[in-house]
């Protein structure tokens, strides 16, 4: 068995009204510290390999807890980024929703080119790509943290559970969650989809039954 735990970062003041994106400078307010640290106190009882991040500031700041309870370096991973929304990065969503191509995003979200930037189906690979890559550095019984975005856990989720990509936003992906992907000799399993944390109550992530798998 090997393990994937994709950890959506935690909250920041800036994506609260507007769009971040790559943005620098986007930094975790004191919730967002508290979200990282509850992620580190309840991922530390497991055999964590090796922790990923995306480039992007607010995704390792999440990840800097966890790294200094398992001593272990961070490695950054340009297939964890987020979304390249190109030209509407820094908008406010009142600006966006004026838009008719960010309106189309509910109904045709796979016909969007962000002006500049990506398309859905290009994050999608190159996520993809990453954990795959990721899942092959695993040995057995060991497990990998990846910190990243929510529209690449949702579009990463599609994979894994044999979804339609245009089906992506069905899912919804908090700050600080844990989504966890299982890979065995049996198959793909996904035994948690955004969960929540708590402050700390002796929770380790187990592999387990769902009806979510993929041979």
């Known amino acids: 068995m090997k393990q994937i735990i994709l950890v959506r970062h935690g909250e920041n003041d800036f994506g609260k009204k507007r769009l971040a994106?790559?943005?620098?400078?986007?930094?975790?307010?004191?919730?967002?510290?508290?979200?990282?640290?509850q992620v580190a106190a309840y991922l530390s009882p497991l055999n964590i390999a090796a922790i990923y991040s995306s480039p992007?500031?607010?995704?390792?700041?999440?990840?800097?807890?966890?790294?200094?309870c398992k001593s272990l370096p961070l490695r950054i991973d340009d297939g964890l980024i987020e979304i390249d929304y190109g030209d509407f990065q820094g908008k406010s969503y009142r600006q966006l929703r004026r838009i008719d191509l960010w309106k189309s995003l509910a109904s045709q979200p796979l016909a969007v080119r962000f002006p500049g930037g990506e398309t859905f189906t290009q994050a999608c690979e190159r996520a993809v790509a990453a954990v795959e890559g990721i899942l092959a550095t695993l040995q057995?019984?060991?497990?990998?943290?990846?910190?990243t975005h929510a529209d690449v856990i949702r579009l990463v989720l599609t994979h894994y559970l044999c979804?339609?990509?245009?089906?992506?936003?069905?899912?919804?992906?908090?700050?600080?969650?844990?989504?966890?992907?299982?890979?065995?000799?049996?198959?793909?399993?996904?035994?948690?989809?955004?969960?929540?944390?708590?402050?700390?109550?002796?929770?380790?992530?187990?592999?387990?039954?769902?009806?979510?798998?993929?041979?």
């Open 21 to 37: 994106g790559r943005l620098p400078g986007v930094v975790l307010n004191a919730n967002g510290q508290e979200q990282a640290n």
């Open 56 to 68: 992007i500031e607010r995704a390792q700041q999440t990840a800097q807890p966890l790294c200094r």
């Open 140 to 147: 057995d019984n060991q497990t990998a943290v990846c910190f």
């Open 163 to 215: 979804m339609p990509l245009g089906e992506f936003q069905r899912l919804h992906i908090d700050q600080g969650s844990l989504t966890v992907i299982v890979v065995s000799a049996s198959g793909v399993i996904v035994p948690h989809i955004n969960l929540v944390l708590r402050p700390f109550a002796g929770f380790v992530v187990k592999e387990s039954r769902s009806p979510a798998s993929k041979k």
